[in-house]
T-cell receptor, first 114, second 112 residues
Framework: SQTIHQWPATLVQPVGSPLSLECTVE??????LYWYRQAAGRGLQLLFY??????ISSEVPQNLSASRPQDRQFILSSKKLLLSDSGFYLC?????????????FGPGTRLTVL | AQSVTQLGSHVSVSEGALVLLRCNYS??????LFWYVQYPNQGLQLLLK??????LVKGINGFEAEFKKSETSFHLTKPSAHMSDAAEYFC??????????FGKGTMLLVSP
């Protein structure tokens, strides 16, 4: 069976510090991978998605970046965090040909920027 | 472009009452529609999805949704609410390729 992991589960960081969140998927190959941010009252905002190693699509311009160094690894980064980066970050995966395949979500990372 | 509107950021029902969560969509391609549930501090879990075929879709935990093309709606219902149904619910539509567009969510509150 497939599983998706995110770490850390919670993170408190000062403004201006760097960020690295990691997501890994087990039990599948060539998944599509997604990063979402969830802020209070704003639903889910798609940040990045990837259909393959090294292939990153950005949905929202901001001070965040994403990388996919391995098939089942997806990393969200920032060089300098802003207060507005606080939120609940969710990673998700879906099988290729994702026309109607559901996305499977990880447990999330709660980021607080102070 | 796709969009999803969920009417009501909060819905309150009594235990045993009918649950109705509304979702309207806009899509430039034949829509594939999803309902997800999120419990506090957890990821999202799929409740049900509509792709093609039968317009009444049954999901987990007794939920179902009906796709109505003429009304561009995909409302979620459950005949009898349970305390464990208290959570946030998200409707989503596929872009026809790789991404989903989610609504802003509806928090379901269930009182005893």
């Amino acid at each position: 069976s497939q599983t998706i992991h995110q770490w850390p589960a919670t993170l408190v960081q000062p403004v201006g510090s760097p960020l690295s969140l990691e997501c890994t998927v087990e039990g599948t190959s060539n998944p599509n991978l997604y990063w979402y941010r969830q802020a209070a009252g704003r639903g889910l905002q798609l940040l990045f998605y990837s259909v393959g190693i090294g292939q990153i699509s950005s949905e929202v311009p901001q001070n965040l970046s994403a990388s996919r160094p391995q098939d089942r690894q997806f990393i969200l980064s920032s060089k300098k965090l802003l207060l507005s980066d606080s939120g609940f970050y969710l990673c998700a995966w879906t099988r290729g040909q994702a026309l109607y395949n559901e996305q499977f979500f990880g447990p999330g990372t709660r980021l607080t920027v102070l | 472009a796709q969009s999803v509107t969920q009417l009501g950021s909060h819905v309150s029902v009594s235990e045993g009452a009918l649950v109705l969560l509304r979702c309207n969509y806009s899509s430039s391609v034949p829509p594939y529609l999803f309902w997800y549930v999120q419990y506090p501090n957890q990821g999202l879990q799929l409740l049900l999805k509509y792709t093609t075929g039968a317009t009444l879709v049954k999901g987990i935990n007794g939920f179902e949704a009906e796709f109505k093309k003429s009304e561009t709606s995909f409302h979620l219902t459950k005949p009898s609410a349970h305390m464990s149904d208290a959570a946030e619910y998200f409707c989503a539509v596929s872009d026809g390729y790789s991404t989903l567009t989610f609504g802003k969510g509806t928090m379901l509150l269930v009182s005893p």
